[in-house]
């Protein structure tokens, strides 16, 4: 059966949220409806992101990265090798600066911050045993 992991969500991103929300009222209070649109339109879209980002490991072996209306990433849990904590800030399919780094043979395959990692990582364990768990303290 398949497992779903929601994504953690930072503090940063509740802020943007928040400020994106004001700007969305405060431009209804101006009555400029080309910023009532477009504020509408950036709440709409970081909700909506918000909503929908999650990874799934699925009976089969997969890990599934999904944000929203972007592509969906998928690798095969056997190809991962290592998994390392980060607080890197580059994009990614994470809501979090609380970061797990995916690594593969062939270098780095996506950064995913699922709200319970313990979990997560024990379940992919659970796939590939040979994957190699950096700094496993801060997991656990």
């Known amino acids: 059966m398949d497992r779903e992991f929601r994504s953690k969500v930072g503090g940063l991103y509740h802020i943007f949220l928040l400020i994106v929300g004001i700007g969305c009222v405060a431009s ?3 009555s400029n409806i080309w910023w009532m649109i477009g504020m509408t339109l950036i709440t709409l879209i970081t909700i ?3 909503l929908n980002t ?3 490991i699925t009976a089969d072996g997969i ?3 999904h944000c929203s209306f972007f592509p969906e990433k998928k690798i095969a849990i056997a190809e991962i090798r290592t998994i390392e904590p980060t607080i890197m800030p580059a994009w990614s399919y994470a809501l979090s600066f609380d970061r797990l780094l995916i690594l593969t043979e062939t270098g780095p395959w996506m950064m995913l911050s699922p709200r319970n990692k313990k979990e997560f990582i024990s379940l992919l364990k659970s796939f590939n045993s040979d994957i190699e768990i950096k700094k496993e303290s801060s997991f656990i």
């Open 28 to 30: 209804f209070l101006q």
């Open 48 to 50: 909506h992101v918000f």
């Open 54 to 56: 999650w990874y799934r």
């Open 63 to 65: 890990l599934i990265a």
